[in-house]
């Protein structure tokens, strides 16, 4: 309309533009009028069961004279100026509301029971809003709700009890705020919560805010500054199905789930990790572990035992110099190794147990000029996939290779066809390759581990076989009424020995 006048005005003379534009700027002083009669709830498309409101304040929906009733399940506010929900704004008689959205409604605060009356509501979205906390007694009076979203708000701590009411609460999203941080008794009441998203925020600590959590299957905490984790934070989540810290300022990667834990995925990637320290991880369920982008310059050894059933693991774009077959070891699952992206020069094959399950093996995009191929190959019985491009390997390996493994289903790639890029060193391979040739049938290492194996079990066998005949003479001289002094002179150290023969 104010457009249609200034149209006007332009045909008539540059007073009335002036006149017009200031009427232009007055208008917001009428806007308490004006902007009431903007306020209006809509019934949408027939059949769609949602009604929507443009421009409410939160004293509008009261006042209104649409009635919310069983086909208005979803209630969207658009362009609302809803400030402070006061208590009670939603007590609407008779409303069946389900789906509540109030994203991008200027929402700075909800004050108690701000959300009391809508005893049917399941998802509350309070997303893109400028929600500075979430205060206890809140949530009173809706006990159904689902799902809340409080993503994009401007929340910084979040304080104790804000969410105790909501025992059925499955999903709660506060990812994009600028939490620094979690009171210890944040979720309190959540025993119902699955999933947990707390992606990019400011936190540098978690200590035990999820200890309650009995239900969580997934928890976001990725674009964090968290620098420590102690270990124990998840101990007692067994129902953890995933856990993403990726993006965060951790050093010294510390974690342990109880024995009955069913965590399957740890994300760490993106993180400050320098070092892997033996049993770093005590996660018997894990199946996939993230560690790529990070700085990790060496694997202690034993960094993985005891992960039985991890599947993949990524140690991508970090600082390895070299890569021991040994580190890997105790991971009879372990099917995908990736450690592209690094500086290694050495393929070192240690230990003498085989990679029993591994079939993909990346090496790309590291310094290795020279590799035993048969070595590493005879330590991964499964491999059917090597991927070495971007290397400095010689170029007759390519042909060398072809022939060895002509006869097996085995794919490797030696070098990238990106044009432009160096494909491989012109320079004759080393011996070991060659020799390597000629010793197809039993590689020497598989034959190593067998006779370590077999020792051990010889070794077994006579000492199960002593143990044996103690046994019998203990039990043979039992029987003759003279057991008690033997199984004494058994039972003690040699000091107390003489003592019991003195008895005798
Ligand atoms: C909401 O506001 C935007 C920008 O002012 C406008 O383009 C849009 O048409 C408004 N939506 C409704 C439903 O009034
Ligand atoms: C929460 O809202 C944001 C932005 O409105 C959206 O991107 C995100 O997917 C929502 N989260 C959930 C769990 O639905
Ligand atoms: C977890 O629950 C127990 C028992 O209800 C309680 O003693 C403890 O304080 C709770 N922990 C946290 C961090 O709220
Ligand atoms: C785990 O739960 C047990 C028993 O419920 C409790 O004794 C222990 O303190 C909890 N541990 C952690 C780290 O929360
Ligand atoms: C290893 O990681 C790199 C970089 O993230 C990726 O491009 C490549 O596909 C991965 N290789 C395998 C075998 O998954």
Redesign the pocket.
């Known amino acids: 309309m104010v457009e249609g006048l200034i149209y006007i005005g332009m045909l008539r003379t540059t007073w009335l533009i002036i006149f017009i534009a200031s009427i232009d700027r007055v208008i917001p002083e009428f806007s308490p009028v004006t902007s009431y009669d903007l306020m209006k709830c809509t019934y949408g498309e027939r059949g769609s069961l949602t009604a929507t409101c443009v421009n409410a304040t939160p004293s509008f929906f009261k006042n209104t004279l649409y009635k919310f009733d069983h086909l208005d399940e979803t209630l969207r506010c658009v362009n609302c100026t809803l400030k402070s929900i006061e208590p009670g704004t939603f007590d609407l008689n008779g409303n069946q509301i389900k789906h509540l959205d109030l994203r991008n409604s200027q929402i700075e605060s909800m004050k108690q029971k701000a959300f009391m009356g809508l005893i049917f509501v399941e998802t509350l979205d309070l997303s893109q809003n400028k929600i500075r906390s979430v205060f206890p007694a809140t949530f009173i009076g809706v006990k159904k709700i689902a799902s809340i979203n409080l993503s994009h708000n401007d929340i910084t701590i979040l304080s104790e009890n804000g969410f105790l009411e909501l025992v059925n609460l499955k999903t709660l999203d506060v990812s994009w705020n600028q939490i620094e941080v979690l009171d210890e008794k944040a979720f309190n009441g959540l025993k119902s919560l699955e999933r947990l998203d707390l992606s990019n925020n400011k936190i540098t600590e978690l200590r035990?805010a999820f200890?309650n959590l009995t239900s969580l299957e997934s928890i976001n905490l990725r674009s964090n500054n968290i620098k420590t984790i102690r270990g124990?934070e998840f101990?007692?989540l067994t129902s953890l199905l995933e856990i993403d810290l990726s993006q965060n300022d951790i050093s010294t990667p510390l974690l342990h789930m109880?024995p009955n834990a069913q965590l399957r995925s740890l994300n760490l990637a993106h993180n400050r990790i320098v070092l892997l320290s033996p049993t770093f991880l005590e996660i018997r369920s894990l199946e996939e572990l993230d560690l790529s982008f990070n700085k990790i310059t060496s694997i202690a050894r034993k960094s993985f035992t005891n992960l039985f059933n991890l599947h993949s693991i990524d140690v991508s774009y970090n600082e390895l110099c070299e890569i021991k077959t040994g580190s890997f070891t105790g991971l009879p699952q372990l099917r995908v190794l990736n450690c592209s992206h690094n500086a290694i020069t050495d393929v070192v094959i240690s230990g003498v147990f085989l990679l029993h399950s591994l079939h993909a093996l990346d090496l790309s995009f590291n310094r290795i000029s020279d590799l035993d191929y048969t070595a590493l190959i005879s330590r991964l019985p499964r491999l059917s996939y090597l991927q070495l491009e971007h290397n400095a390997l010689a170029c007759d390996l390519e042909a060398e290779m072809e022939r060895y493994f002509l006869e097996d289903n085995f794919k490797f790639v030696l070098y990238s066809n990106i044009p432009g890029e160096p494909k491989c060193v012109d320079k004759p391979t080393t011996k070991h390759s060659h020799t390597a040739l000629e010793s197809v049938q039993a590689p020497a290492s598989v034959t190593n581990s067998q006779i370590a194996i077999f020792i051990i079990l010889s070794f077994l066998i006579v000492a199960v076989a002593g143990l044996f005949y103690l046994q019998y003479r203990i039990y043979r001289e039992t029987k003759l009424g003279r057991a008690v002094s033997t199984v004494q002179l058994l039972a003690t150290d040699s000091n107390n020995e003489e003592h019991v023969r003195i008895k005798i």
Do not use: A, G, I, M
């Open positions: 035990n200890e124990e101990y007692n109880s």
